[in-house]
């Protein structure tokens, strides 16, 4: 008969602990970062140190998110300069001496802007991107280039320049794109806030997986002059951020008209939606939230639970959900793409228009086999190819039924958004294909769309709703969500890249363990390791031993009782084995029982009785 000992694994380990308590730039919100600022607490330059800290431990190394592409070498400088100001004559607004980062496909004129492909590795425009120039007008310390799908032609986040960044909360899969290193950069706390780029999804879908906010702003509101180009009828250009209050501080800065950008002549006439100003503005008492059926019913039910929680708590505040379909919405989307219309007039003319004279077209690029084979299809595609006019007529003209078909269901039922999952499956593993993003509903539109994070599944994944609004309601979609926001707090860091300690990473933490019981002795070493998400183990039978050891296991005690029922979730050794080592990608709840002294190791053996209590490690 095969009996059973427990032996109890009681580990404590404080995860990022300051023994200083020290102002820490982790999850810090821009609003925490003036506040500090004027106090006294801390400098812009220190700030600078500290986000440089956490990209050093963080981003090369440890998880190795790989999300930054360049340092900007002036960041300590202009934030010194920026200190010196505020001594002098105070902040010029919310975003004086925060340090924020950048897609590498917005223009910088000090620092080279890739698109992340070798093509354009030297590549300096010779003009800033306006909503850049809005920034550093601002006070705003440019602290880094985050990378991106190659020419944002994605949703992976690979590239020729950089390879392939990782998502900070399953590091074996992918951020999201085409703003992907935007995305991981931000929820692992390397600037305050960060910029992206949205032609179909690349700021939604990269929010979504990264457990942020992110908003496509309605078409228009803002210039998306000096950021190269995918397709500039569907490209938009806004921020990434961990609160809505984050997000509402930029979008205040860098909306409005701009006589570079055509697309933006709408905002002569319209007033500044003062987004910060408008967050608590909107009731959730009568609010109408319409369901896209299509978009539920093709979701992946680790997608969907969330996302139905978040539903389900609008509902008990007294909004009203209502089921709607839009009347041939697949093929309105279908006909309405432009990317491959656009893509590479629009490249060639950015090339020529900033400057790039070693690259002056996609076809240079293409013939010298400058890319990554992920966007190898849709370049070569776009090489040689005229534009058919008739065909592209057609696209824009789908674009506007479909606008107006959207726009029906608004006003049919009265709705003040309309609801769907931003992507209707998980992150994927790196290497394979990304389905599932409701990208087209905005991009081919021009309507906004929000991005929030409603929480994270039971794979410890971020779950993005998405809430698509009317034209130029870009802060009612905001002031939409910040209820929500408010009472349920979805934002969770990321737990590989938790707060520094002095400067550092947290250490793996080791457990030795000598175990001898009625004849069954083995030795046994651990290493829990939170910034790559591994449990280490290795076990020795020793010479000694006289029983049969049959199994070596761990279980989490998931109750008060200690009397340890619980099924068992990893076993270290088997029949019949004198030794065995290996490593475990741990859960959400495996970490938390380490944190929290609820592992068990349950050895069970033919000689050995059940034990009376369990043994606690120290």
Same mark, same amino acid.
């Given at each position: 008969?095969?009996?059973?000992?427990?032996?109890?694994?009681?580990?404590?380990?404080?995860?990022?602990?300051?023994?200083?308590?020290?102002?820490?730039?982790?999850?810090?919100?821009?609003?925490?970062?003036?506040?500090?600022?004027?106090?006294?607490?801390?400098?812009?330059?220190?700030?600078?140190?500290?986000?440089?800290?956490?990209?050093?431990?963080?981003?090369?190394?440890?998880?190795?998110?790989?999300?930054?592409?360049?340092?900007?070498?002036?960041?300590?400088?202009?934030?010194?300069?920026?200190?010196?100001?505020?001594?002098?004559?105070?902040?010029?607004?919310?975003?004086?001496?925060?340090?924020?980062?950048?897609?590498?496909?917005?223009?910088?004129?000090?620092?080279?802007?890739?698109?992340?492909?070798?093509?354009?590795?030297?590549?300096?425009?010779?003009?800033?991107?306006?909503?850049?120039?809005?920034?550093?007008?601002?006070?705003?310390?440019?602290?880094?280039?985050?990378?991106?799908?190659?020419?944002?032609?994605?949703?992976?986040?690979?590239?020729?320049?950089?390879?392939?960044?990782?998502?900070?909360?399953?590091?074996?899969?992918?951020?999201?794109?085409?703003?992907?290193?935007?995305?991981?950069?931000?929820?692992?706390?390397?600037?305050?806030?960060?910029?992206?780029?949205?032609?179909?999804?690349?700021?939604?879908?990269?929010?979504?997986?990264?457990?942020?906010?992110?908003?496509?702003?309605?078409?228009?509101?803002?210039?998306?002059?000096?950021?190269?180009?995918?397709?500039?009828?569907?490209?938009?250009?806004?921020?990434?951020?961990?609160?809505?209050?984050?997000?509402?501080?930029?979008?205040?800065?860098?909306?409005?008209?701009?006589?570079?950008?055509?697309?933006?002549?709408?905002?002569?006439?319209?007033?500044?939606?003062?987004?910060?100003?408008?967050?608590?503005?909107?009731?959730?008492?009568?609010?109408?939230?319409?369901?896209?059926?299509?978009?539920?019913?093709?979701?992946?039910?680790?997608?969907?639970?969330?996302?139905?929680?978040?539903?389900?708590?609008?509902?008990?505040?007294?909004?009203?959900?209502?089921?709607?379909?839009?009347?041939?919405?697949?093929?309105?989307?279908?006909?309405?793409?432009?990317?491959?219309?656009?893509?590479?007039?629009?490249?060639?003319?950015?090339?020529?228009?900033?400057?790039?004279?070693?690259?002056?077209?996609?076809?240079?690029?293409?013939?010298?086999?400058?890319?990554?084979?992920?966007?190898?299809?849709?370049?070569?595609?776009?090489?040689?190819?005229?534009?058919?006019?008739?065909?592209?007529?057609?696209?824009?003209?789908?674009?506007?039924?479909?606008?107006?078909?959207?726009?029906?269901?608004?006003?049919?039922?009265?709705?003040?958004?309309?609801?769907?999952?931003?992507?209707?499956?998980?992150?994927?593993?790196?290497?394979?294909?990304?389905?599932?993003?409701?990208?087209?509903?905005?991009?081919?539109?021009?309507?906004?769309?929000?991005?929030?994070?409603?929480?994270?599944?039971?794979?410890?994944? #971020?779950?993005? &709703?998405? %809430? +698509? $609004?009317?034209?130029? /309601?870009? @802060?009612?979609?905001?002031?939409?969500?910040?209820?929500?926001?408010?009472?349920?707090?979805?934002?969770?860091?990321?737990?590989?890249?938790?707060?520094?300690?002095?400067?550092?990473?947290?250490?793996?933490?080791?457990?030795?363990?000598?175990?001898?019981?009625?004849?069954?002795?083995?030795?046994?070493?651990?290493?829990?390791?939170?910034?790559?998400?591994?449990?280490?183990?290795?076990?020795?039978?020793?010479?000694?031993?006289?029983?049969?050891?049959?199994?070596?296991?761990?279980?989490?005690?998931?109750?008060?009782?200690?009397?340890?029922?619980? #099924?068992?979730? &990893?076993? %270290? +050794? $088997?029949?019949?084995? /004198?030794? @065995?080592?290996?490593?475990?990608?741990?859960?959400?709840?495996?970490?938390?029982?380490?944190?929290?002294?609820?592992?068990?190791?349950?050895?069970?053996?033919?000689?050995?009785?059940?034990?009376?209590?369990?043994?606690?490690?120290?």
């Amino acid at each position: 008969m095969i009996r059973q000992i427990l032996l109890m694994c009681m580990l404590s380990f404080a995860l990022g602990a300051n023994a200083q308590n020290r102002f820490d730039v982790f999850e810090t919100s821009i609003a925490e970062l003036q506040q500090a600022l004027e106090a006294g607490q801390v400098t812009s330059v220190e700030l600078v140190q500290q986000y440089l800290a956490r990209i050093s431990a963080y981003d090369k190394q440890g998880p190795a998110l790989n999300s930054i592409l360049r340092l900007n070498p002036a960041a300590r400088d202009t934030a010194a300069a920026l200190d010196a100001e505020r001594r002098r004559s105070g902040p010029r607004s919310s975003l004086h001496g925060i340090p924020i980062l950048v897609k590498d496909n917005y223009n910088t004129m000090d620092l080279p802007t890739t698109g992340g492909s070798v093509a354009l590795a030297s590549f300096v425009p010779d003009e800033n991107a306006t909503q850049i120039d809005k920034l550093i007008a601002a006070g705003a310390i440019i602290l880094a280039k985050t990378t991106l799908h190659e020419y944002a032609y994605g949703i992976t986040t690979i590239a020729s320049l950089f390879g392939q960044t990782r998502n900070p909360y399953d590091y074996r899969r992918v951020p999201g794109g085409s703003s992907g290193g935007t995305g991981a950069a931000v929820a692992a706390s390397f600037g305050a806030i960060g910029l992206g780029s949205d032609t179909c999804g690349s700021i939604r879908i990269p929010a979504a997986f990264n457990n942020l906010f992110g908003l496509r702003p309605s078409k228009g509101l803002s210039s998306i002059y000096g950021v190269m180009p995918l397709s500039h009828t569907q490209d938009v250009a806004g921020p990434l951020a961990r609160s809505l209050d984050d997000l509402a501080i930029l979008l205040d800065i860098v909306v409005g008209y701009d006589p570079n950008d055509a697309a933006t002549e709408v905002m002569r006439n319209t007033a500044h939606p003062q987004f910060q100003r408008s967050l608590a503005s909107v009731p959730m008492d009568g609010l109408r939230l319409g369901k896209l059926t299509s978009a539920f019913d093709n979701s992946n039910m680790a997608v969907l639970r969330p996302i139905e929680e978040a539903l389900e708590w609008y509902e008990e505040q007294g909004a009203r959900l209502i089921e709607i379909a839009i009347p041939e919405l697949d093929t309105l989307l279908l006909a309405s793409a432009l990317i491959a219309h656009e893509f590479r007039v629009d490249i060639d003319q950015y090339l020529q228009q900033f400057g790039s004279d070693a690259i002056a077209s996609l076809a240079d690029i293409v013939d010298q086999g400058l890319y990554h084979q992920a966007v190898g299809g849709p370049l070569t595609n776009n090489r040689g190819t005229e534009r058919d006019d008739a065909a592209y007529a057609a696209a824009v003209e789908a674009r506007t039924e479909l606008r107006l078909a959207i726009e029906k269901v608004f006003l049919d039922h009265e709705l003040d958004a309309i609801v769907y999952p931003t992507v209707i499956e998980n992150q994927v593993f790196i290497g394979e294909p990304q389905p599932g993003s409701q990208c087209q509903l905005a991009a081919h539109s021009g309507l906004p769309a929000l991005s929030m994070p409603v929480g994270l599944n039971g794979r410890g994944l #971020p779950i993005g &709703l998405e %809430l +698509l $609004g009317q034209q130029f /309601q870009d @802060a009612e979609l905001l002031a939409m969500a910040y209820p929500y926001e408010q009472a349920q707090r979805p934002r969770t860091a990321p737990s590989v890249t938790p707060a520094l300690d002095d400067g550092r990473a947290p250490e793996a933490q080791k457990v030795e363990l000598e175990f001898d019981r009625q004849g069954a002795v083995f030795a046994a070493g651990f290493e829990f390791d939170i910034v790559r998400n591994l449990f280490n183990y290795e076990l020795v039978i020793a010479t000694s031993n006289q029983a049969e050891i049959y199994a070596v296991t761990v279980v989490i005690d998931d109750s008060d009782t200690q009397e340890l029922n619980d #099924p068992v979730v &990893l076993n %270290l +050794l $088997g029949p019949e084995m /004198q030794a @065995a080592a290996g490593e475990y990608f741990m859960t959400r709840a495996f970490r938390e029982a380490f944190v929290e002294g609820r592992l068990y190791l349950k050895v069970f053996a033919d000689q050995l009785p059940i034990s009376g209590a369990p043994q606690l490690i120290q």
